[in-house]
Structures are given as C-alpha cells and as structure tokens.
C-alpha cells in the first residue's frame, strides 16, 4: 500500500543522505507529516534498520484564509488588478469586494492606488504582492524565510497559525538495509507442511497492546447496589428477607387486613392501581376473612371499629400493592397460624402509586421496611429499633413527630438533620400495629409488633446527587452512570455529607 511505498522511499533515500528529518520530508514528498510519522515508526518496529530520534518544533501553517490568499493573492493585489484605468468608485469597490475595507486600506498604505474625487485610480503600473508570496513560503515550510515580527504579524491578521509538533530525525541504523523483507505475521499450517517456518522471519508479538475495547462485566444497577447495602445491614441485624415476588396483591392483604376502612381514599382508584384482569383474587382465608370483616363493621378487642357495611367483593380486588406492609401482614398472619414465636422480618422491593409523575415522584419505586414480632414490645423498642437501623447508614439525631396511619398506635413520621439543605426532613414512618390488625390474625393478646419504613429511591437520590428520580428509575437512566457510578457504600451516606437532594 501507500505506506509500504512511503516506507520503502525513505529508505532509498536514506541510502544516499545521512538523515532525514520527517517534517521536511513530508513537505518534499508531498505527504501528511503524521503519515512520514506513521512510516517512520513502522520502520522502527524492525529493530535496528534505522535509528530515530524526536525533538519539538515550532510549525507554522496557514489558515484557510491564508491559504486562499497564497493561491489568489492578497484582497488588496486583487483589488488593484480589477481596478481598470479609469479607476472605480468606492461603492463599486465595495459592491465587487466583501473584503472590500480590508483590501482598500492595505492597497492605499502600499502606495497602490489613491483616491481622485468619488474614485479610487491606481498609482503605480505593476505590484508586486508580498504577501502571496510569504504566505506561499509558509505553505512550502520555508517560514523561516520571513521574520519573527513577519510571522507574528501574519498571525494577529488570522493568515497563519502555529503549533507544537514532534519532529523525528532518522538516520541509518547498525542493521540499516534498503531491501526489508515483509514479516511474517501468522503461523499458518501451510507455512509449517512446507518447513517455510523455519526460514521465515516473524512479527514479533507485541505484549503491551492495548486490547481492542475495555471489558465491561455486568453492573448492579445503582439501586440494586444500594437494595443489596441495605439488604445487608437488616441481615446483620438479624432480620429474615420476606417473600416480596408478587407485585399484584389482593385489597384485603393490601387493605382490609391492615384494619384499613374500604371508604379510606387510599384505596380509591385515584391514589391505587386496581387489576382488570384477572379482576377479583382468588383465595382469601375465610375465617380469617370473618374476623377481619367483623373487626371493621362492629369492632372488638377493645375497639368500637368504623360500623359500616364490611363488603367481601371489594376485599377480593385484585391491584398492585401500594406498600409492603401486605406483605409484613400476609407474613404476620403465617407466624400467627403456625404458632407465635419472636420474628424480625424485612423486606425491600416494589410498590405502586397512582401518582402524579414529577421529579421526585413516580408510579413505582422501592420500599424498605422491618417488623419485628415480640412479647410487650413498645414505643421505647420501636424507637431503639430504627435508630439502631438509621445509625448504621450514617444517621444520627433523630427526631419524630406523631403522626396517622390506619394499622399503627401510635405512628411516628421520623425526621433527621440535613445538614445541605439546612432543615429537617422526614426519613421514614413508624409505629407499633394496632390490636385490630394483630388480634384477628391470631396473634397472642401480649404480642405486639412494631415497623417502620422508608423508600429506597430517596436516599438513593441523595447518594447519588441526583434531583431527578428519572435519572434513576426507567428507560432515562443513563448506561454509563450504571457503568461507572463507584460501588455503593452507605457510610457515605452521613447526615454530614448527604448533598442537598430535591425541593
Ligand atoms: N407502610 C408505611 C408507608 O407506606 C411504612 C410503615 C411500615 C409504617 C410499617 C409503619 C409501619 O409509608
């Protein structure tokens, strides 16, 4: 190819001058100077045929304006040819020239032309246009033709332009030939059937290539890795993992039995996703089923309840469930039916709201949350539970305000110091579940249970410095931030250093 030829000629012509340096060659042959360059250092890869060595250089081009003008002549040496005799008015000038200002003034300082009335007249017979001419000289490499003060003037008028570039000086090295045979680059099998291999030169490997593209093994999307971090801390802590695969729920799991009133606008269609198809759950517990129906509509352990019609078609409504506390109740129930004994359980996974999409909000993200079933637990476990939780992700100084959930007495929003946005911010809700809930499960009268919860996607946010969730959750979510984001940790993650997430 090309550069074979280009390879071949330097040698030839190395063979008759004691050294070539790349940047003029370039400019006598006619070649880029990166592919002298490239010629250069393929002929290096043979070991000691040449000998190079690199030095930087100054190097001075035109720019494409003064590359026009080193093949058309200056503004002004065109102006003064197309001027005839007569001469022209300025207008003229101006309607022919769009560097008519430039070309006018340069031509008047020469000494080209004068004006006579509305008209510009030459002065002289014949010109001669300096400037074509250096910047030819510059085209050709011979810049050094011109002075110091030339070059830096031509470069204020934006004509040329200067850069570093290295230039390689070769000259003859001690294995120095004219005649390089091609190298060998694969051993074939017909190489070997002929015994050719054993006179034949081959390439030598080159162990410090780069490989073609950089690996990319999986990646945890940056939420998993932050589920998986917290995954790891409720383990530490003692907590079973709950079953969380079935994202569709039926109302009773996600409601009824969570002592949640079938009139509460929760469950209206406006806040819950309900399921078409199949429309209506198949199997709910029908004792249990009972009990949850005459907790609601007449009440009992100790309760009055909300007295309205308890109505089992709306319970059998199948929707995607809205929180894991289904689940937290579902496993609660199982505990009760198969004999009480202490449990913590956990969970972290999927919900679905109905919500109006923002910045911050999005029809589904990740809920965490822990249970813990004991005898005569209280507010002071509850509270001893979930600081010990938040101090191991870096967050301290809680405080907590009461608050209203259907299936907890008493509920507590809790609240830390966010030292970026100056203020406190609620981290999660609390609260100990109510008799109503527990008692038709099954559960002993001295059992009580306590949870709390929170999203994932929050601190998630704050981790990573993101103020939309969209960057985070769904088809916006950038691959290389997947790809590059550092392994998760969530020490990083102290109230200290938490950055201001969202309004
Ligand atoms: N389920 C609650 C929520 O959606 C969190 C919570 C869990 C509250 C357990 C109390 C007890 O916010």
């Given at each position: 190819?090309?550069?074979?030829?280009?390879?071949?000629?330097?040698?030839?012509?190395?063979?008759?001058?004691?050294?070539?340096?790349?940047?003029?060659?370039?400019?006598?042959?006619?070649?880029?100077?990166?592919?002298?360059?490239?010629?250069?250092?393929?002929?290096?890869?043979?070991?000691?045929?040449?000998?190079?060595?690199?030095?930087?250089?100054?190097?001075?081009?035109?720019?494409?304006?003064?590359?026009?003008?080193?093949?058309?002549?200056?503004?002004?040496?065109?102006?003064?040819?197309?001027?005839?005799?007569?001469?022209?008015?300025?207008?003229?000038?101006?309607?022919?020239?769009?560097?008519?200002?430039?070309?006018?003034?340069?031509?008047?300082?020469?000494?080209?032309?004068?004006?006579?009335?509305?008209?510009?007249?030459?002065?002289?017979?014949?010109?001669?246009?300096?400037?074509?001419?250096?910047?030819?000289?510059?085209?050709?490499?011979?810049?050094?033709?011109?002075?110091?003060?030339?070059?830096?003037?031509?470069?204020?008028?934006?004509?040329?332009?200067?850069?570093?570039?290295?230039?390689?000086?070769?000259?003859?090295?001690?294995?120095?030939?004219?005649?390089?045979?091609?190298?060998?680059?694969?051993?074939?099998?017909?190489?070997?059937?002929?015994?050719?291999?054993?006179?034949?030169?081959?390439?030598?490997?080159?162990?410090?290539?780069?490989?073609?593209?950089?690996?990319?093994?999986?990646?945890?999307?940056?939420?998993?890795?932050?589920?998986?971090?917290?995954?790891?801390?409720?383990?530490?802590?003692?907590?079973?993992?709950?079953?969380?695969?079935?994202?569709?729920?039926?109302?009773?799991?996600?409601?009824?039995?969570l002592f949640?009133?079938?009139?509460?606008?929760?469950?209206?269609?406006?806040?819950?996703?309900?399921?078409?198809?199949?429309?209506?759950?198949?199997?709910?517990?029908?004792?249990?089923?009972?009990?949850?129906?005459?907790?609601?509509?007449?009440?009992?352990?100790?309760?009055?309840?909300?007295?309205?019609?308890?109505?089992?078609?709306?319970?059998?409504?199948?929707?995607?469930?809205?929180h894991?506390t289904?689940?937290s109740?579902?496993?609660?129930?199982?505990?009760?039916?198969?004999?009480?004994?202490?449990?913590?359980?956990?969970?972290?996974?999927?919900?679905?709201?109905?919500?109006?999409?923002?910045?911050?909000?999005?029809?589904?993200?990740?809920?965490?949350e822990g249970v813990v079933?004991?005898?005569?637990l209280s507010v002071?476990h509850l509270i001893?539970m979930f600081?010990?939780?938040?101090?191991?992700?870096?967050?301290?100084?809680?405080?907590f305000k009461a608050t209203y959930n259907p299936y907890t007495e008493p509920s507590m929003e809790i609240?830390?110091?966010?030292?970026?946005?100056?203020?406190?911010?609620?981290?999660g809700n609390s609260g100990l579940f109510r008799p109503?809930m527990l008692?038709?499960?099954?559960?002993?009268?001295?059992?009580s249970v306590l949870g709390w919860g929170?999203?994932?996607?929050?601190?998630?946010?704050?981790?990573?410095?993101?103020?939309?969730?969209?960057?985070?959750?769904?088809?916006?979510?950038?691959?290389?931030?997947?790809?590059?984001?550092?392994?998760?940790?969530?020490?990083?993650?102290?109230?200290?250093?938490?950055?201001?997430?969202?309004?």
């Open positions: 190819g090309s550069q074979g030829d280009l390879t071949q000629r330097i040698l030839n012509d190395l063979n008759s001058q004691n050294s070539i340096d790349s940047l003029a060659y370039s400019i006598l042959v006619r070649e880029e100077h990166q592919k002298v360059v490239g010629a250069i250092k393929s002929l290096e890869t043979l070991g000691n045929v040449i000998s190079v060595s690199s030095k930087s250089v100054k190097c001075w081009s035109c720019t494409e304006e003064g590359l026009q003008i080193s093949k058309e002549g200056s503004h002004e040496a065109r102006l003064f040819s197309w001027l005839s005799k007569a001469g022209a008015s300025v207008d003229a000038i101006k309607k022919e020239f769009p560097t008519a200002n430039v070309a006018l003034g340069a031509a008047l300082k020469n000494k080209w032309v004068r004006k006579e009335g509305p008209n510009v007249v030459r002065v002289v017979e014949s010109i001669s246009d300096v400037v074509q001419q250096d910047l030819q000289a510059v085209v050709a490499g011979r810049h050094s033709q011109l002075s110091d003060k030339q070059l830096a003037d031509y470069k204020k008028r934006k004509l040329i332009k200067d850069s570093d570039v290295t230039v390689f000086s070769v000259s003859k090295g001690p294995g120095f030939t004219t005649t390089i045979s091609k190298l060998e680059a694969e051993l074939t099998k017909a190489l070997i059937e002929s015994g050719q291999w054993k006179i034949t030169t081959f390439k030598p490997f080159n162990f410090r290539a780069k490989g073609k593209q950089e690996v990319r093994p999986g990646h945890l999307h940056p939420l998993m890795q932050l589920r998986s971090e917290f995954r790891q801390i409720f383990l530490e802590m003692g907590f079973t993992e709950m079953p969380t695969n079935s994202f569709v729920e039926s109302a009773f799991w996600n409601f009824d039995a949640q009133p079938q009139q509460h606008p929760a469950r209206d269609a406006h806040d819950t996703f309900y399921v078409k198809t199949p429309g209506r759950a198949l199997a709910v517990p029908t004792d249990y089923m009972h009990t949850v129906r005459k907790v609601h509509s007449e009440g009992g352990y100790g309760s009055s309840g909300y007295r309205y019609p308890w109505s089992e078609e709306e319970a059998h409504k199948n929707l995607l469930r809205t894991t289904a689940v109740a579902r496993m609660l129930h199982k505990l009760a039916q198969e004999g009480f004994r202490p449990a913590k359980y956990f969970s972290i996974d999927r919900v679905f709201r109905n919500e109006t999409l923002d910045a911050t909000h999005l029809a589904e993200f990740h809920q965490i079933a004991d005898y005569n002071k001893g600081t010990a939780f938040f101090e191991k992700i870096g967050i301290k100084d809680l405080r609240y830390s110091y966010h030292e970026g946005l100056g203020k406190w911010v609620e981290v109503e008692r038709p499960m099954g559960l002993p009268p001295n059992v929170l999203s994932l996607e929050r601190p998630a946010m704050i981790m990573f410095g993101s103020n939309n969730i969209r960057e985070l959750v769904g088809p916006k979510v950038k691959l290389e931030h997947v790809y590059s984001h550092p392994v998760c940790t969530v020490d990083k993650f102290a109230t200290s250093n938490l950055r201001p997430p969202v309004a």
